[in-house]
């Protein structure tokens, strides 16, 4: 999730015009370096980062985010957060290319 600010602006703004959206976090699974997300140990997240704000966090791959980046002009952190939204399409059988 970075330095968390964008996710904590974001969840703000948008819970604010619809208390029901889910907003859900991205890090990089133990082992993975993906550039500008990482995972934060509790005691070392930012002060800006609110739990109450994020209503899930995922881990993505470093496998994962190289894999989305291929064929784009994306960088790895950027793919990174479109995973979670890919998986369930993956899951169905919908899979885009």
């Given at each position: 999730m970075g330095t968390t600010g964008t996710i904590m602006g974001v969840s703000r703004f948008l819970?604010?015009?619809n208390p029901k959206i889910q907003i859900i976090g991205v890090q990089p699974s133990p082992g993975s370096q993906i550039p500008?997300?990482?995972?934060w140990p509790k005691e070392y997240l930012p002060k800006i980062f609110?739990?109450?704000?994020?209503d899930r966090v995922l881990e993505v791959?470093?496998?994962?985010?190289?894999d989305m980046t291929a064929g784009w002009r994306a960088k790895r952190a950027?793919?990174?957060?479109f995973?979670?939204?890919?998986?369930?399409?993956?899951?169905?059988?919908?899979?885009r290319n």
């Amino acid at each position: 999730m970075g330095t968390t600010g964008t996710i904590m602006g974001v969840s703000r703004f948008l819970k604010e015009g619809n208390p029901k959206i889910q907003i859900i976090g991205v890090q990089p699974s133990p082992g993975s370096q993906i550039p500008g997300i990482r995972a934060w140990p509790k005691e070392y997240l930012p002060k800006i980062f609110d739990a109450k704000r994020v209503d899930r966090v995922l881990e993505v791959t470093q496998a994962e985010a190289e894999d989305m980046t291929a064929g784009w002009r994306a960088k790895r952190a950027s793919s990174a957060a479109f995973r979670p939204v890919v998986r369930p399409w993956r899951h169905c059988g919908s899979r885009r290319n």
